[in-house]
């Protein structure tokens, strides 16, 4: 991947050319930022650039052997550990090398990958992604190695929080007394489960979110958008492309998320029992992951009108049908319902994530709700 392919980030991407170009590439960097910014865009550009075997100063070339290679992650030099778990066909301590191929195809095809997008494409949605002490042991033996073609051998260590101790610990002491010309490129969201030793022996790289004006242009060359609708997904993602392509997506099912939340709001409030047991049942006809997906955009559309009831419409995320609904809608949600709207969407959410009884939760809810206007 060159640097021409990732969104945006100049600044971060003239930071890493000039470690390159003045020869002061730190052995350790990782790379800190939010879902949808292009992190690891950032690393695998960056990997590739350092590679590159006819780099021009601004990028890589794209047509050297090394870019070839690295244009299908192939290069025996570049080395990935990412989160992994047991599958049907790897049912005893796996490690990344067991899903390599799986690896290559998603990368190549989504750069920009959300951690949940990775489990499904593997098959473990339903488990925990990790890193253990079999992928130490592992990365041990690889970078024991000296590098087969290029300068330095390279690492990137997709989501370092999801390392156990052992494992972590093991990194750090690979961190503190690093192979010859080895590179350790960490690529994370948070910190926080992270050991402080191996953050303060790395080099921290903030990845901002994408700017808005860098959205705007990607998302303008690949879709087909009105410009209206253009600069509400571009407000909607708020600096995270994976979100952008997501409204993008759900643009459909968001419109019968919102004709269906408008119809319970009316009714909760008018009180119309018979009209309600209507309601209920059919979003009991809904398949559970629709039903959730209900209930989250109910949670968005009462968090953003209670933006507009406080007055700060600068902290408001609607597209143009839901901001017509919330022009007079949002007078109803105040500081004497909101805490309790919002425990009573995220009950029915949790309950129907542990597979209770659909009709029975959304009747619950709606009953509630109610007398929860009427406060």
């Known amino acids: ?21 003045d020869n002061r590439i730190p052995h350790a960097q990782l790379f800190l930022g939010e879902e949808g910014t292009g992190s690891l865009a950032l690393a695998m550009a960056y990997a590739q650039y350092i590679s590159c075997g006819n780099k021009n100063g601004q990028d890589s070339c794209g047509e050297c052997a090394s870019c070839k290679k690295y244009n299908k992650l192939i290069h025996p030099d570049l080395h990935f550990v990412f989160p992994v778990n047991t599958t049907k066909e790897i049912a005893k301590n796996p490690v990344s090398d067991d899903f390599i191929k799986q690896w ?5 095809n989504i750069p920009y990958l959300r951690e949940t997008a990775w489990y499904e494409y593997i098959g473990i949605e339903n488990k925990q992604g990790l890193i253990s002490k079999f992928e130490s042991e592992s990365i041990f033996k690889k970078l024991s190695l000296k590098s087969f073609e290029s300068e330095y051998k390279i690492m990137i260590i997709w989501k370092p929080e999801k390392m156990n101790t052992v494992a972590a610990n093991k990194l750090l002491k690979l961190i503190e007394e690093p192979p010859e010309k080895t590179i ?28 808005g004006n860098d959205l705007k242009i990607k998302l303008g060359e690949t879709q087909t958008l009105e410009k209206t609708e253009l600069d509400t997904i571009v407000h909607l993602a708020d600096g995270n492309y994976l979100k952008a392509l997501e409204e993008i997506q759900q643009s459909e099912e968001n419109a ?65 049908k839901e901001s017509e609904f919330a022009e007079k809608f949002h007078h109803f949600i105040k500081g004497s319902n909101i805490i309790q709207l919002k425990d009573e969407l995220e ?14 939760i959304f009747m619950d809810f709606s009953l509630k709700l109610t007398t929860l206007f009427k406060k």
């Open 256 to 320: 019968n998320y919102l004709e269906k939340f408008i119809q319970i709001m009316r009714l909760g409030y008018g009180r119309k029992i018979s009209e309600i047991i209507s309601w209920v049942d059919e979003m009991a006809t809904l398949g559970r992951e629709k039903q959730k997906g209900f209930l989250s955009f109910s949670l968005k559309m009462i968090r953003e009108n209670f933006m507009l009831n406080l007055k700060l419409p600068q902290l408001v995320y609607l597209n143009k």
């Open 104 to 108: 290559r195809e998603c990368i190549l």
């Open 184 to 211: 350790f490129l960490l690529v994370c969201e948070s910190t926080d489960q992270m050991l402080p030793t191996i953050l303060s022996r790395s080099q921290i790289i903030k990845i901002p979110k994408i700017s």
């Open 1 to 21: 991947m060159k640097f021409a392919e990732v969104i945006g980030q100049k600044e971060i991407i003239g930071r890493l050319l000039r470690s390159v170009n």
């Open 347 to 360: 009950t029915a959410q949790r309950h129907i994530e542990q597979n209770g009884n659909g009709k029975i």
